[in-house]
């Protein structure tokens, strides 16, 4: 059984920064793809960043420049750091496993999710 336990959300000001990790109980990331995505209140779930198993990295335009994704060296967490943040950003932020090495913008592509944390931008 694969559990993704997500952290680091909280509330800050335009243009913060802020760092969120993803860490991965019973399967590593070197093998899999993982990615973000995200949900705004009444808003459908979106993709936000993605990583495969060696290391490709994609994004959405709308955080393209503004976030980056990595993995840890032993593979087991994932880490977002989202620089210049918008109150558009804000939402609960996932991190989901892909069910291979790649990655996709397709939610219907990731197989296990966390739960999620929340990421508040407002002055």
């Known amino acids: 059984q694969v559990q993704l336990v997500e952290s680091g959300g909280g509330l800050v000001q335009p243009g913060d920064s802020l760092r969120l990790s993803c860490a991965a109980s019973?399967?590593?990331?070197?093998?899999?793809?993982a990615g973000w995505f995200r949900q705004a209140p009444g808003k459908e779930r979106e993709f936000v960043a993605a990583?495969?198993?060696?290391?490709?990295?994609y994004y959405a335009d709308s955080v393209k420049g503004r976030f980056t994704i990595s993995k840890d060296n032993a593979e087991i967490a994932v880490y977002m750091q989202m620089n210049s943040l918008k109150p558009e950003d804000t939402a609960v932020y996932y991190c989901a496993v892909h069910y291979s090495g790649s990655y996709s913008t397709s939610i219907r592509d990731y197989i296990y999710w966390g739960r999620g944390t929340q990421v508040t931008v407002s002055s």
């Open positions: 019973g399967r590593t990331f070197s093998r899999y793809g």
């Open positions: 990583i495969s198993w060696n290391g490709g990295a």
